[in-house]
């Protein structure tokens, strides 16, 4: 009964699906920073992360947030870091498949003001110059029409320093007063800030690109180095009812289970410019024209990483309509990163990548590897019946041809999200070497509009961050605990697991999403839903020496260089440029 | 003097028509520039090189705060920029009378991967074009076509691993290689650099919070460099070289310096990520001369417009160096007491019992109409009012003059040294001469003055400061007033050097050092005794809380350090698949007369389905010579091929190439046999262009030596069964010698070509 309603389900998602083919008409995103040529000109408009999680201090409430301005230097004065002009910063949700745009959008446009023209310095005796101020628009129509709902908005100043912040000569205020001063409320009732943070993100920006020279948290050679500790950038974080969100107004309480399908949301961000730039030769700039896309981000590292770059800068412009968006599709369906972790390829070449070996040979039937058939093999097969790569479900999408071995798994991950069908549910509770049976459930974040976005099912619970279960590693801890924790392997019983709230079921602050992407790309996924590494003998532990190696793997620094604030806005006060403690970068 | 009065003319002619274009130094110094760092013009460097005196080395910084692992996308210079050097030389001229302009191209080799360098490619790979005017800019002659920019210095793995990156040596190799001689004979370096500059930023911009042991905010970012070294006789307005120079100081040899960055003026960007199309209307949206002027001088409601300044409008702007905000912190009676950071400058005010030079107050404007002022740079039949305009503006005698016309050899401006007591207007002994009177923010730089030695111990970043001091007080030169070559003449504000502490030296000038140079001493000064009063001694004592760069600098061309690299440190290796590879327990390779028998042993070939066997004649090109089916099971398995067409008189390379049922593969160690019997070692490629691999499977340490034709060794090496490599870049196309010793005695040599 309970299966017969579970396929209804997901017939409907199938034509919805099909729907969305013929006329998905919104724009989808991913993370970055200076991740394609032409956005790193421009950093005031580079989006460089997005993030979207259940707020922890309240279970009614979601958190967005869109970051931008890479690699602000605390002490780059006289003129600081700030949000610029002429530029619309957007954080948009998508939380219907029946619509074709954008089911809300924010959209905050600045301004700044000098207050004494007369001086070098950005503060001086109780003046600020380049003081900036926002105004916040929402629209619940797809963008066609914009209301206010935060008139004049206050930005905090950069944290220059004790003179330009608590001193008679500068503001006479303290830097977390002025924070605190400039959360607005919305009179749509959203609470939201906007102003300089420090960078929440973290990764090892020179391990990385030396061709793939990774240093994992913990190696005895060469530690890793956090490229950008020390670093602000500007945030905008909004919180949101999930009631907001959700597309019929339902609270939390309402949720039929934690992965009911009906809360999921797709978030993304992105800064637009008017087209035509003019410089005049009194040294001021004007812009005029249409609006261009010019940055853009949902999923975290995707034009960082995956897109090669030749496409980057397009991928940034790309409104992602499904015709658009998929031309993006083979970049997910056999990844760049997958050369580096098959020793066919050039996995020979990136050593620092050994522990990540994608199954060439998984139950001794499936190669996953680049170009090779994955579970097309299983194609026709009666066994895929009533699963999400039964073609009555989802068409070809997941298994489209015998060369396409990843569209099972990082293409869904990015682009549809994940439903809560087998084979997407853990190996636990499917019998041995079936990763086809129905097993123990752990993600439903499936909204089949295909883009490029962060995808949050609302109804997971938030793990407590204090909790000794709380982890960076986000889903992929969830299934290592949903294997082989007792408190939660016993049974397939759909239970909260720890950290179902983390990426990429959304993204928290705290998530590693460059050692969980490269953990994915090295088929962690795959692993998980009983499709084992190719030294699984068909019985005993699947936990075996490959997995242990994936698992114990990271890309470099597994946390942020500071703490966050345990409420709104949590991101964390910008470091201080007179004297913040300095961290090498590189 | 009639000298003078001609410089007169020039400068009234300059006051009508003036149309030169001109200058500041500066990081994210202006609103609307912050916004744009492929642009920003962030220091202009001008000085005589200290490695080859005949030559004037010319610096154009851009791109602050770049981060030596700012990947993916390294930074690299702009396309759609013109990036300009401008030199004036002559004052008689409306405009520049040469420009270097640089414009720079990018091509990605291989547009399928996220990373910058990958398998010897090289994304977002950057050429320019320079082009040189001798005519204010009317016509431009290219001198430089596909000038090469360096990579990015990312790490080892992509600029030294042959392969999978680049392959060369090392980055300073990949410098060597990208220094052009343009066709009018200069020689150019444009590319990634460390970052010269250094300034407290913290401590400085939080309302002046200077501090001592500050924190240098430029400290391991890396910039973008122009550089070009010219001979004196090409920036010299009449040809002539330095032996044709009167003295030191001759007036003829001054040079003024000044760089821009220009955009388009109308951009329109694609909707799709193309590049952006642009109108044919270039703007100027960055520029620098001074140091500084454009960050601490020019408040902020001006800045912008600063930038974008080009002809005849630099005027507006002097009101800020006749009174210039950073005085207001100097002066007690306006906000010295609120910026502790800077107590020890003070102005003078009330100089030799008469003079004031704060801002508002008279300054020498005391003196107006006292014929003592005759033959002074201050006698208005010389220069006008422009030193004297009014009773308001103080520092328009020694700021504003510093910044915008060079300051000539007469009085006031010469040291006290030779001075009778408090007479500032008497002649004293010479130390600045960099006078060329277009109204400009330039680089003033007389090239007649010889370099310092940098490694001289009178050698000091404090530049003409520490000159006067020397000039002052010091035995060796402060015996009378007659014109001697006293170390760092050359120094800023005579021109900039890479190591001069300009943020102190502006500090100090701001708070008068320049006036107490000349005689008008500080307040504390009696009227007898030494003149070297606390007060001075305390401005002299003073920094702006970081004195040097944060790395050394190159001795000689192009000067600037290598840039910072991303990746330091050894490579970290992860722990292997658990999956056991076949394991070649024994391969060898033996003559079999003319053939080759190929023997190898394996274990474990668990999913083994066979062997490529294949050959190369070196360069890591291998070709396959015959399959081997697997046999499997069993403990150990024995295999054998016979290659029957080695290539006789030649070094034959062989490898075995194990393939897995699931297409998977690994090598085998390499072997070599030799059919030139007398060869120990052989050399690829060859010809070569930026190394050579000198392979010896000679299993004693071999002594691998490079030679010239002219038996001059260019480098030494030891090998003991394995690969050495030679960085050949920089050296001449030619033959050049390879030659192997075991224990002194010479074995065997071989001839390359460097092409």
């Not at chain 1, 990763?435 to 993600?443: D, M, Q, W």
């Not at chain 2, 500084?292 to 417009?305: F, Q």
């Not at chain 2, 201050?378 to 700021?399: I, K, M, T």
Request: charged letters at 15%.
């Amino acid at each position: 009964m309970g299966r017969k309603v579970t396929k209804l389900r997901y017939r409907k998602f199938c034509f919805l699906l099909q729907f969305a083919v013929l006329a998905i008409n919104f724009q989808v995103h991913a993370s970055s920073h200076r991740e394609a040529p032409l956005i790193s000109k421009d950093p005031l408009a580079d989006n460089t992360d997005v993030y979207a999680f259940k707020s922890p201090d309240d279970p009614n409430m979601i958190t967005l947030i869109a970051n931008y301005i890479p690699f602000e230097l605390p002490e780059g004065g006289p003129n600081y870091f700030n949000f610029g002009t002429g530029i619309r910063y957007e954080i948009h949700v998508k939380n219907k498949t029946t619509t074709t745009g954008d089911d809300i959008t924010y959209r905050f446009t600045f301004t700044s003001v000098i207050q004494d023209s007369t001086t070098f310095f950005n503060i001086r005796l109780g003046a600020q110059n380049l003081k900036t101020v926002y105004k916040l628009e929402k629209s619940t129509d797809g963008g066609t029409s914009f209301t206010t709902i935060v008139a004049v908005g206050t930005v905090p100043p950069p944290n220059i320093g004790p003179r330009s912040i608590e001193q008679g000569v500068g503001l006479n205020s303290n830097y977390n007063t002025l924070m605190t001063n400039a959360v607005m409320t919305a009179t749509s009732g959203e609470k939201v800030f906007a102003g300089p943070a420090d960078d929440p993100f973290f990764v090892d920006l020179a391990g990385a690109f030396d061709i793939g020279a990774f240093r994992p948290e913990g190696n005895t050679t060469n530690a890793p180095k956090d490229g950008l500790a020390r670093y602000n950038v500007h945030s905008i974080c909004i919180q949101v009812p999930v009631s907001m969100l959700q597309k019929d107004g339902k609270t939390v309480s309402q949720a039929s289970t934690i992965l009911d399908p009906d809360f999921v949301i797709g978030v993304w961000a992105s800064a637009s410019r008017q087209q035509i730039r003019t410089l005049a030769t009194d040294g001021t700039a004007s812009y005029s024209g249409n609006w261009v896309q010019v940055s853009r981000l949902g999923m975290p590292l995707t034009n960082e990483a995956v897109i090669p770059i030749g496409s980057k800068d397009k991928w940034n412009t790309v409104h992602a309509n499904s015709s658009s968006e998929n031309q993006f599709d083979k970049y997910f369906k056999n990844p760049e990163l997958a050369l580096y972790m098959d020793v066919s390829k050039f996995a020979g070449a990136v050593p620092s990548l050994n522990a990540l070996r994608i199954q060439g040979n998984s139950l001794g039937s499936f190669d996953f590897r680049n170009g090779r058939k994955g579970l097309y093999v299983l194609k026709g097969n009666p066994a895929l019946t009533g699963t999400a790569l039964d073609p009555a479900l989802y068409g070809n999408y997941l298994l489209p041809d015998s060369v396409s071995p990843r569209a099972v798994d990082l293409l869904p991950i990015f682009q549809t999200g994940v439903p809560n069908l087998s084979p997407y549910q853990l190996a636990t509770g499917k019998p041995a070497n079936s990763p086809l049976s129905a097993g123990k459930p752990f993600i439903n974040n499936f909204l089949p509009t295909f883009g490029d976005m962060l995808r949050l099912n609302m109804a997971v619970p938030a793990t407590d961050r204090t909790s000794t279960d709380f982890s960076s590693l986000g889903l992929v801890k969830a299934a290592v605990l949903g294997l082989t924790d007792s408190r939660f392997n016993a049974d397939a019983s759909l239970q909260f697991i720890p950290n179902m709230d983390g990426f990429p079921n959304g993204r928290r602050l705290e998530d590693d999403v460059t050692t969980i992407e490269l953990q994915a790309v090295g088929g962690v996924v795959l692993a998980a839903v009983g499709l084992w590494y190719d030294d699984y003998n068909g019985s005993g532990s699947p936990v075996t020496q490959d997995l242990q190696n994936v698992l114990a793997f990271s890309a470099g620094p597994t946390k942020n260089d500071t703490t966050f604030k345990t409420s709104f806005p949590y991101v964390q006060t910008p470091w201080r440029g007179y004297d913040y403690t300095v961290k090498p970068r590189f | 003097m009639k000298r003078i009065l001609n410089l007169t003319i020039a400068v009234l002619i300059c006051m009508i028509l003036n149309q030169t274009v001109v200058m500041a130094s500066s990081h994210r110094e202006a609103p609307l520039i912050s916004n744009d760092p492929l642009a920003d013009n962030t220091d202009v460097y001008a000085f005589r090189s200290p490695c080859d005196t005949n030559k004037i080395v010319l610096i154009a910084n851009y791109i602050p705060f770049e981060h030596p692992a700012g990947g993916p996308n390294y930074y690299t210079f702009g396309t759609n920029i013109r990036y300009e050097i401008h030199v004036k030389n002559n004052a008689a001229t409306m405009g520049d009378d040469i420009i270097y302009r640089f414009t720079f191209q990018t091509t990605n080799e291989d547009s399928t991967t996220f990373f910058n360098i990958r398998l010897g490619k090289e994304n977002l790979k950057t050429t320019y074009t320079l082009e040189r005017s001798m005519n204010g800019g009317a016509t431009f002659t290219t001198i430089i076509t596909g000038g090469r920019v360096p990579p990015p210095n990312i790490g080892p793995r992509s600029i030294e691993t042959a392969g999978l990156g680049l392959g060369y040596a090392n980055y300073d190799s990949l410098i060597n290689a990208s220094v052009n001689i343009a066709s009018t004979g200069e020689k150019v370096f444009a590319g990634p650099a460390d970052d010269p500059f250094f300034v407290d930023l913290g401590g400085a911009f939080d309302v002046g919070g200077f501090r001592t042991n500050g924190r240098d905010g430029l400290a391991k970012f890396n910039c973008h460099s122009i550089v070009v070294e010219v001979p004196v006789s090409t920036l010299q307005k009449s040809g002539k070289n330095l032996t044709q120079a009167t003295s030191i100081l001759d007036p003829e040899f001054v040079i003024g310096v000044y760089a821009t960055a220009s955009r388009p003026q109308i951009t329109t960007f694609d909707s799709t990520g193309g590049q952006p199309t642009n109108n044919s209307t270039w703007v100027q949206v960055s520029r620098l001369g001074m140091p500084l002027t454009n960050e601490a001088v020019i408040p902020i409601g001006y800045k912008d417009k600063w930038n974008a300044t080009t002809t005849g409008s630099e005027g507006v702007f002097d009101k800020y160096f006749k009174n210039p905000e950073l005085a207001l912190y100097m002066d007690d009676s306006q906000y010295g007491t609120a910026v502790p950071g800077l107590a020890a400058l003070r102005i003078q005010t009330n100089s030799l019992g008469a003079f004031d030079f704060r801002n508002g107050k008279k300054g020498l404007y005391v003196l107006k109409g006292n014929p003592a002022l005759v033959g002074t740079a201050l006698d208005p039949a010389l220069y006008g009012n422009y030193l004297l305009p009014d009773s308001v503006s103080p520092r328009a005698v020694d700021l504003l003059p510093i910044f915008q016309t060079g300051v000539p050899n007469l009085p006031p401006y010469q040291l006290a040294t030779g001075k009778p007591a408090n007479s500032p207007l008497s002649v004293g002994k010479p130390f600045i001469n960099n006078f060329l009177p277009t109204f400009g923010d330039m680089l003033r730089l007389n090239m007649a003055v010889p370099p310092t030695p940098r490694g001289y111990a009178d050698f000091s970043s404090l530049g003409l400061v520490q000159a006067a001091v020397l000039g002052l007080t010091d035995p060796r030169y402060n015996f009378d007033a007659s014109l001697q070559n006293i170390p760092n003449m050359d120094g800023f504000p005579n021109g900039r050097r890479l190591e001069d502490d300009v943020t102190t030296i502006e500090l100090q000038a701001v708070g008068g050092v320049v006036l107490a140079a000349v005689g008008l001493w500080y307040d504390d000064y009696p009227g007898t005794g030494s003149p070297v009063t606390p007060q001075l001694l305390n401005v002299l004592n003073f920094n702006a809380g970081i004195t040097h760069n944060d790395t050394t600098l190159k001795s000689c061309f192009p000067y600037v350090q290598a840039p910072w690299r991303g990746y330091n440190g050894a490579a970290y290796v992860g722990p292997m698949s658990t999956t056991v590879p076949v394991t070649f327990l024994d391969f060898t390779a033996t003559k079999a007369g003319q053939q080759v028998q190929l023997n190898w042993q394996v274990t474990n070939e668990i999913n083994n389905d066979h062997y490529d066997i294949e050959t190369s004649l070196g360069g890591g090109i291998f070709t396959k010579i015959g399959t081997v089916a697997a046999i499997r099971g069993g403990n150990v398995n024995n295999y054998q091929l016979l290659h029957t067409t080695p290539a006789l008189g030649k070094a034959n390379y062989y490898r075995i190439k194990q393939v897995d049922v699931d297409g998977r593969f690994a090598y085998s160690p390499i072997r070599l046999v030799n059919f030139s019997s007398g060869n120990i070692f052989t050399v690829t490629p060859n010809p070569a262009t930026n190394y050579i691999n000198v392979y010896s499977d000679y299993k004693k340490d071999l002594d691998i030596s490079l030679y010239d034709v002219m038996g001059k060794k260019l480098g030494h090496k030891i090998t003991n069964n394995g690969t050495v490599i030679f960085d050949i870049s920089a050296l001449a196309k030619g033959i050049y010698v390879v030659v192997a010793e075991n224990d002194g005695i010479r074995i065997q040599t071989s001839r390359i070509l460097k092409q």
